[in-house]
């Protein structure tokens, strides 16, 4: 079974920067493709980015954050991360990392097998 477990959430103002992290554990995750969520307050769970399993040569992007934030992962450490630069008010959420056990990517949540319990990202105008 695998555990993941986000950090790095929490208050920045307009134009900031916030990294996120998606710490695995279990089993290794290097052939897993990972995915960011995130449910905004009152509204449905959507997608941000996703990212191959083992190298992590294809990454795709959701509309509203392409060219701010940066999906990657260090299968060294079995950790995902997000980059979110730029950041905006629309993009107060609680942000959740999941993980499917295979390597292509995907962007629909029902694709992804495990989930960690999400960390809030507030960001203030």
């Known amino acids: 079974q695998v555990q993941l477990v986000e950090s790095g959430g929490g208050l920045v103002q307009a134009g900031g920067s916030l990294r996120l992290s998606c710490a695995a554990s279990?089993?290794?995750?290097?052939?897993?493709?990972v995915a960011w969520f995130r449910q905004p307050p009152g509204k449905d769970r959507e997608f941000v980015a996703t990212?191959?399993?083992?190298?992590?040569?294809?990454?795709y992007y959701a509309d509203s954050v392409k060219a701010r934030f940066t999906i990657s992962r260090d299968n060294g450490k079995n950790t995902a991360y997000l980059q979110m630069n730029s950041l905006k008010p629309e993009d107060t959420a609680v942000y959740y990392c999941?993980?499917?056990?295979?390597?292509?990517?995907?962007?629909?949540?029902?694709?992804?097998?495990?989930w960690g319990q999400g960390t809030q990202v507030t960001v203030s105008s």
């Open positions: 279990g089993r290794t995750v290097s052939s897993y493709a």
């Open positions: 999941a993980a499917r056990a295979y390597s292509g990517i995907a962007n629909n949540d029902r694709d992804y097998h495990y």
């Open positions: 990212i191959s399993g083992w190298s992590g040569s294809a990454t």
